[in-house]
């Protein structure tokens, strides 16, 4: 039998609670051992909660149980799920976590510690949801190099642009109701600033290229800019609009970003929608690669969660290897990523003005007062000097 510890009883912590339970002999089967939850971790009660009788208030009562032998930490926030973590895993045990705040800080170092210990650290629940994409590339996509890593990584703000596109509605709107049907933080400014992504497309990047991506160095646009005029632009021109997590490798440097991206039909994520992610890879040898699936949501998150357990289940005493190295990654300087870009800019300006700045562009009629159009593929440096001399009103990347 093995005894699991789940730290944090919100919606995913129930979640995972719930899954095992529920799927209880078919886990067990998978796992080749039965799994039992000894210990829920909360501060609140649950007076009728079927976990009740497991709940415990302080951490320490896990670390010290010996017969605890997977910790689950899906409380978020990087303290002091960090703390209750590193210790966890310095006694031996094996982590499974959902936390990306945690994980794109301090991947590497409980990597490596679980190394030291003969344990794991895995958290394939803290990118896309219930998407292996983590496994997936520790597991399977190990043969490759692979010079682009991108993707929908976030639920909420896929779920905003998604019906912006449909219904032609301006983003506070849309906000609002995805906050009234809990697709939504009250806050949401870690999805809409695209802060949520930046974390995801970090620890993508580290385990991609092999070295610590810090999130701070990623070049991070949210999604707020966004109107529906941008929207009636994109549907003339055959393109969505989505907010990407990317990092490309290109001649030896990885350049990172978050930002909304025009897509033409022809990209696979082109159609991903509401609250679904997906990331696609390109490698030297396998060539495109993408998966699909449920970004965010309770048993979605939760069912990443527990293949994790029975994952470690499987490799008790035993580490599997994860490249991520705690070295620091130095990204390529973003001014120098080139890209085309779709401009809309105030009054009518001839082509050739805007040509004199931008270099060759394609414009594209919409509407009056304003001056829409497409430029070459341009530095992100050529674009500023450029916007300088013009009333920009946004500006959207098109994807390659
Ligand atoms: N707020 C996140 C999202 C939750 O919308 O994708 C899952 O990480």
Same mark, same amino acid.
């Given at each position: 039998?093995?005894?699991?510890?789940?730290?944090?009883?919100?919606?995913?912590?129930?979640?995972?609670?719930?899954?095992?339970?529920?799927?209880?002999?078919?886990?067990?089967?998978?796992?080749?051992?039965?799994?039992?939850?000894?210990?829920?971790?909360?501060?609140?009660?649950?007076?009728?909660?079927?976990?009740?009788?497991?709940?415990?208030?302080?951490?320490?009562?896990?670390?010290?149980?010996?017969?605890?032998?997977?910790?689950?930490?899906?409380?978020?926030?990087?303290?002091?799920?960090?703390?209750?973590?590193?210790?966890?895993? $310095?006694?031996?045990?094996?982590?499974?976590?959902?936390?990306?705040?945690?994980?794109?800080?301090?991947?590497?170092?409980?990597?490596?510690?679980?190394?030291?210990?003969?344990?794991?650290?895995?958290?394939?629940?803290?990118?896309?949801?219930?998407?292996?994409?983590?496994?997936?590339?520790?597991?399977?996509?190990?043969?490759?190099?692979?010079d682009e890593i991108s993707?929908?990584?976030?639920?909420?703000?896929?779920?905003?642009?998604?019906?912006?596109?449909?219904?032609?509605?301006?983003?506070?709107?849309?906000?609002?109701?995805?906050?009234?049907?809990?697709?939504?933080?009250?806050?949401?400014?870690?999805?809409?600033?695209?802060?949520?992504?930046?974390?995801?497309i970090?620890?993508?990047a580290?385990?991609?290229y092999?070295?610590?991506v810090?999130?701070?160095d990623i070049y991070t646009e949210?999604?707020?800019?966004?109107?529906?005029?941008?929207?009636?632009?994109?549907?003339?021109?055959?393109?969505?609009?989505?907010?990407l997590g990317t990092a490309r490798k290109i001649d030896g440097k990885v350049y990172a970003m978050v930002a909304p991206f025009?897509?033409?039909?022809?990209?696979?994520?082109?159609?991903?929608?509401?609250?679904?992610?997906?990331?696609?890879?390109?490698?030297?040898? $396998?060539?495109?690669?993408?998966?699909?699936?449920?970004?965010?949501?309770?048993?979605?998150?939760?069912?990443?969660?527990?293949?994790?357990?029975?994952?470690?289940?499987?490799?008790?005493?035993?580490?599997?290897?994860?490249?991520?190295?705690?070295?620091?990654r130095t990204l390529g300087d973003i001014d120098t990523f080139t890209t085309k870009f779709?401009?809309?800019?105030?009054?009518?300006?001839?082509?050739?003005?805007?040509?004199?700045?931008?270099?060759?562009?394609?414009?594209?009629?919409?509407?009056?007062?304003?001056?829409?159009?497409?430029t070459e593929e341009i530095s992100e440096a050529a674009y500023k000097k450029a916007a300088?001399?013009?009333?920009?009103?946004?500006k959207i990347r098109i994807s390659k």
């Amino acid at each position: 039998m093995v005894n699991v510890a789940i730290l944090g009883y919100g919606t995913v912590g129930s979640g995972v609670y719930d899954v095992i339970t529920r799927n209880n002999s078919h886990i067990g089967r998978r796992a080749g051992k039965d799994i039992n939850v000894k210990y829920v971790l909360d501060l609140r009660e649950f007076p009728g909660d079927p976990a009740e009788k497991i709940l415990v208030h302080d951490f320490d009562t896990i670390l010290n149980d010996d017969d605890v032998d997977i910790v689950v930490e899906v409380m978020g926030g990087v303290e002091p799920a960090h703390t209750f973590v590193k210790n966890a895993l $310095l006694r031996g045990k094996s982590v499974c976590t959902s936390n990306k705040e945690m994980v794109a800080k301090f991947g590497a170092e409980l990597l490596e510690i679980a190394k030291e210990k003969n344990s794991n650290f895995v958290f394939e629940a803290s990118v896309g949801g219930g998407i292996p994409i983590i496994r997936s590339i520790n597991e399977s996509l190990t043969v490759d190099h692979f010079d682009e890593i991108s993707g929908i990584l976030n639920g909420t703000t896929n779920y905003i642009l998604t019906k912006m596109d449909k219904e032609g509605l301006a983003f506070d709107a849309v906000l609002k109701d995805a906050q009234d049907k809990g697709y939504a933080e009250r806050n949401p400014e870690a999805d809409i600033e695209g802060y949520d992504a930046c974390r995801k497309i970090a620890i993508l990047a580290s385990l991609c290229y092999e070295k610590q991506v810090d999130f701070e160095d990623i070049y991070t646009e949210g999604i707020t800019k966004i109107s529906s005029e941008d929207f009636a632009y994109a549907r003339k021109l055959g393109y969505s609009i989505k907010l990407l997590g990317t990092a490309r490798k290109i001649d030896g440097k990885v350049y990172a970003m978050v930002a909304p991206f025009m897509l033409d039909e022809e990209n696979p994520l082109h159609s991903v929608s509401g609250v679904f992610n997906a990331i696609k890879m390109h490698g030297d040898m $396998l060539g495109n690669v993408m998966l699909y699936g449920k970004g965010a949501g309770k048993h979605a998150t939760a069912s990443a969660v527990v293949s994790d357990v029975i994952d470690c289940a499987r490799n008790l005493g035993h580490n599997k290897i994860v490249y991520w190295s705690p070295e620091k990654r130095t990204l390529g300087d973003i001014d120098t990523f080139t890209t085309k870009f779709f401009v809309r800019v105030k009054g009518v300006v001839e082509k050739t003005a805007l040509e004199e700045h931008f270099g060759g562009v394609t414009l594209v009629s919409g509407i009056e007062n304003e001056t829409a159009f497409i430029t070459e593929e341009i530095s992100e440096a050529a674009y500023k000097k450029a916007a300088e001399n013009f009333d920009v009103i946004n500006k959207i990347r098109i994807s390659k």
